[in-house]
């Protein structure tokens, strides 16, 4: 039972944990290239202030010096653009260099040109005591090295986070396993107490049953106004009775004793059932159709398997309304007996239908008209249906009906 909380619980923690990697990742990746693009760019602007220093203005255009040699300064991805006033290229130096025409609009430029990123930087050139604006520096490195860096980076980060899941999956295991241990010994204490009061109490509600029936078996010895009042008392033992038995049953069933299992035919049985419960349907007005083919035969206990299905029919009775239909199916799916319990009645609401297994769970508004049962029905036919390897599930309309599908292994 606590085998799918303990996975659901790992599986929470490590998104939870996943999600804090990954955003801690994404930021250190983020503040680092943030970082080498502002270094970047500081290197190229120191690169292209101090090529500026050597430019003049003479006779009305921008001159560099003839003995100004700027390659030795340049790296093999970086590149020098020279250009006018008005944005004529006059002189390219480096390895790097952009066949595009000059803009000025921006001063910090990124292009991809082909596979490789370039990163730009554009200066304007100052000649003359009067700082005259005589030309403008277009300085350009590839990001190719940078990019690298991110790509290790990237490798590292994905590969801690890798390493650091799988450590956490490791250690979630454990952690999970010794957070449900109190919840599971707490449960497995309260399923102990349950069977055991349950045990208790049949002999004092035997009693009570065998003197209230022995006192109404003589009515004349006792007023008239006390024969109600006894079949008050045997009718509350019986129900008190059938709700001791049925959680009995339950613990019995989750403590996973190896009942006695024999090759069944599960035709038979629903045969049976059928034919037992057609008179209380054809008092109900209710008509109760059984469809199946050749015999099906699966591993089971006689007695359960009978329990399961009388419980899912006795459901469909009690909720179904004169006039109303109820139809078995049972067909042989591949190497699974698919039985089926559909049935016309109120129907439940979608938010309800994963609570209708729970012990004690009643839908009022749609269950509003019938009174009485314990409210373990389903949560017995659920457990039965798994201690055979199987399941079962429900599909409902509210208005239209419910349908109860059991799925068990055939041999």
């Given at each position: 039972?606590?085998?799918?909380?303990?996975?659901?619980?790992?599986?929470?923690?490590?998104?939870?944990?996943?999600?804090?990697?990954?955003?801690?990742?994404?930021?250190?990746?983020?503040?680092?290239?943030?970082?080498?693009?502002?270094?970047?760019?500081?290197?190229?602007?120191?690169?292209?202030?101090?090529?500026?220093?050597?430019?003049?203005?003479?006779?009305?255009?921008?001159?560099?010096?003839?003995?100004?040699?700027?390659?030795?300064?340049?790296?093999?991805?970086?590149?020098?653009?020279?250009?006018?006033?008005?944005?004529?290229?006059?002189?390219?130096?480096?390895?790097?260099?952009?066949?595009?025409?000059?803009?000025?609009?921006?001063?910090?430029?990124k292009i991809e040109i082909g596979k490789t990123r370039i990163q730009a930087v554009i200066l304007p050139v100052l000649g003359g005591s009067e700082r005259k604006l005589i030309g403008y520096l277009r300085i350009c490195q590839s990001l190719e090295e940078l990019d690298e860096t991110?790509?290790?980076?990237?490798?590292?980060?994905?590969?801690?986070?890798?390493?650091?899941?799988?450590?956490?999956?490791?250690?979630?295991?454990?952690?999970?396993?010794?957070?449900?241990?109190?919840?599971?010994?707490?449960?497995?204490?309260?399923?102990?107490?349950?069977?055991?009061?349950?045990?208790?109490?049949?002999?004092?509600?035997?009693?009570?049953?065998?003197?209230?029936?022995?006192?109404?078996?003589?009515?004349?010895?006792?007023?008239?106004?006390?024969?109600?009042?006894?079949?008050?008392?045997?009718?509350?033992?019986?129900?008190?009775?059938?709700?001791?038995?049925?959680?009995?049953?339950?613990?019995?069933?989750?403590?996973?004793?190896?009942?006695?299992?024999?090759?069944?035919?599960?035709?038979?049985?629903?045969?049976?059932?059928?034919?037992?419960?057609?008179?209380?349907?054809?008092?109900?007005?209710?008509?109760?159709?059984?469809?199946?083919?050749?015999?099906?035969?699966?591993?089971?206990?006689?007695?359960?398997?009978?329990?399961?299905?009388?419980?899912?029919?006795?459901?469909?009775?009690?909720?179904?309304?004169?006039?109303?239909?109820?139809?078995?199916?049972?067909?042989?799916?591949?190497?699974?007996?698919?039985?089926?319990?559909?049935?016309?009645?109120?129907?439940?609401?979608?938010?309800?239908?994963?609570?209708?297994?729970?012990?004690?769970?009643?839908?009022?508004?749609?269950?509003?008209?019938?009174?009485?049962?314990?409210?373990?029905?389903?949560?017995?036919?659920?457990?039965?249906?798994?201690?055979?390897?199987?399941?079962?599930?429900?599909?409902?309309?509210?208005?239209?009906?419910?349908?109860?599908?059991?799925?068990?292994?055939?041999?």
């Amino acid at each position: 039972m606590f085998t799918k909380t303990r996975w659901r619980l790992l599986l929470s923690y490590l998104i939870v944990f996943t999600s804090i990697l990954v955003i801690f990742a994404a930021g250190v990746r983020f503040l680092f290239a943030r970082s080498l693009t502002q270094q970047l760019t500081e290197r190229l602007t120191a690169l292209g202030q101090g090529a500026a220093t050597n430019a003049e203005f003479e006779n009305g255009s921008i001159k560099v010096e003839s003995d100004f040699i700027v390659q030795p300064f340049l790296h093999k991805n970086q590149g020098l653009q020279w250009f006018d006033i008005n944005g004529n290229s006059i002189l390219k130096q480096g390895n790097i260099v952009l066949n595009l025409p000059l803009s000025t609009k921006k001063s910090l430029l990124k292009i991809e040109i082909g596979k490789t990123r370039i990163q730009a930087v554009i200066l304007p050139v100052l000649g003359g005591s009067e700082r005259k604006l005589i030309g403008y520096l277009r300085i350009c490195q590839s990001l190719e090295e940078l990019d690298e860096t991110l790509t290790k980076l990237d490798l590292v980060l994905g590969s801690s986070i890798i390493l650091a899941l799988i450590f956490s999956a490791f250690s979630g295991v454990i952690l999970t396993r010794l957070a449900v241990q109190p919840i599971e010994e707490s449960f497995q204490r309260l399923k102990q107490f349950t069977a055991d009061a349950s045990h208790e109490l049949r002999s004092p509600l035997m009693a009570i049953k065998s003197n209230a029936a022995v006192a109404l078996k003589y009515p004349e010895e006792i007023r008239k106004s006390d024969i109600e009042k006894f079949q008050a008392i045997v009718s509350a033992a019986n129900q008190m009775t059938h709700l001791t038995e049925d959680l009995l049953l339950l613990a019995r069933s989750e403590k996973k004793c190896n009942y006695h299992k024999d090759r069944v035919n599960l035709t038979t049985i629903l045969a049976n059932l059928l034919s037992l419960y057609q008179p209380e349907a054809s008092a109900k007005e209710i008509d109760l159709k059984y469809e199946t083919g050749e015999d099906m035969y699966l591993l089971g206990n006689v007695a359960q398997l009978r329990r399961l299905f009388a419980n899912l029919i006795e459901n469909a009775l009690n909720y179904t309304l004169s006039g109303g239909r109820i139809e078995v199916t049972a067909n042989l799916v591949r190497s699974y007996l698919i039985i089926s319990v559909q049935d016309t009645g109120a129907g439940i609401a979608p938010e309800h239908i994963k609570l209708v297994f729970e012990r004690f769970w009643r839908a009022d508004e749609s269950r509003s008209y019938w009174k009485g049962g314990s409210g373990l029905g389903l949560a017995i036919a659920k457990t039965i249906a798994q201690s055979h390897g199987g399941s079962i599930s429900l599909t409902s309309q509210v208005g239209v009906g419910s349908c109860f599908t059991v799925r068990l292994p055939s041999v």
